[in-house]
């Protein structure tokens, strides 16, 4: 199978971007977008469609598993894991665009800045300050929240997403959940104040980041379980479960 991968590249953060082309042959009909990046990386000797050897391609990866997020980059115009998306399955009539996200400042070609998520998450203060055990009807939120990467595809479709905003996306809706549903008292009121502020007043909850999310989050079940709890039931001074 013949793919030809058309990759943004950008040596720096202040270098013009321009689309390199490459045409790339595999026979292994499961080879993932990180597996083409890591061979024409590891080869040295690709040559572009313009017949230039192509340089390394800077973009990150850890697991290549799908469980860190590292690899998340925009796939044929849909933010996905390089490492979970296969080139015979995402491409257009043979051609696979591979660009950076494109809510986060380019370091150098697909690696971007994703630390405006951590300082999002800080902000947030997204961990239980004291100990609480999750039980029967707290485990499922608990095991949901906890399933997401930091990879970033759901604030590249979020239309109220944009770096410098009180808004701060699923990234932060995924742990601020686990501790909006296990913490209590003084706790809960302080974390329902910043999700009420970060999250739940400008998130238009049209769930287009559920349809992006490698991890399958469950959106619309963390939203709702943690209205009820910082939204309306902290409104009566009582956590009800
Ligand atoms: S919610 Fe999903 S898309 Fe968003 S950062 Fe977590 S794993 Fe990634
Ligand atoms: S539901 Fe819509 S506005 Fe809310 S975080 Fe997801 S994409 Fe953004
Ligand atoms: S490298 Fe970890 S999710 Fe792709």
Redesign the pocket.
């Known amino acids: 199978m013949k793919y030809r991968l058309e990759i943004m590249r950008q040596k720096d953060s202040t270098s013009e971007p321009y689309l390199q082309c490459i045409d790339y042959e595999t026979d292994d009909c499961n080879t993932a977008v990180s597996t083409a990046l890591s061979q024409i990386n590891n080869n040295g000797n690709y040559k572009d469609i313009n017949g230039n050897i192509v340089s390394h391609i800077s973009w990150e990866c850890s697991c290549l598993q799908k469980k860190c ?1 590292a690899c998340a980059m925009v796939i044929n115009s849909k933010p996905r894991l390089a490492c979970d998306t296969k080139l015979s399955e995402c491409n257009i009539n043979g051609v696979v665009k591979i660009e950076p996200l494109k809510k986060f400042p380019v370091v150098s070609d697909l690696t971007v800045d994703r630390s405006i998520m951590f300082e999002n998450l800080k902000a947030i203060n997204a961990w239980l300050s004291s100990e609480y055990r999750s039980d029967d009807k707290t485990n499922n939120t608990a095991y949901i929240s906890s ?9 590249e479709v979020c239309p109220n997403f944009y770096a410098g905003s009180e808004f701060f996306g ?2 932060v809706l ?1 742990p601020m959940s686990r501790v909006i549903t296990l913490s209590e008292n003084e706790d809960l009121k302080a974390a329902s104040k910043l999700y009420k502020k970060n999250y739940y007043s400008g998130c238009g909850k049209s769930l287009a ?1 559920k349809d ?4 399958k ?1 469950d ?1 619309d079940d963390l939203l709702v379980n943690s209205n009820a709890a910082a939204v309306w039931r902290i409104g009566f001074g009582k956590k009800k479960r």
């Not at 399933?147 to 604030?155: A, D, E, K, S, V």
């Open positions: 997020g399933r997401c990467l930091q990879c970033g595809c759901c604030l699923t990234s995924a980041c992006v999310c490698p991890a989050i959106v």
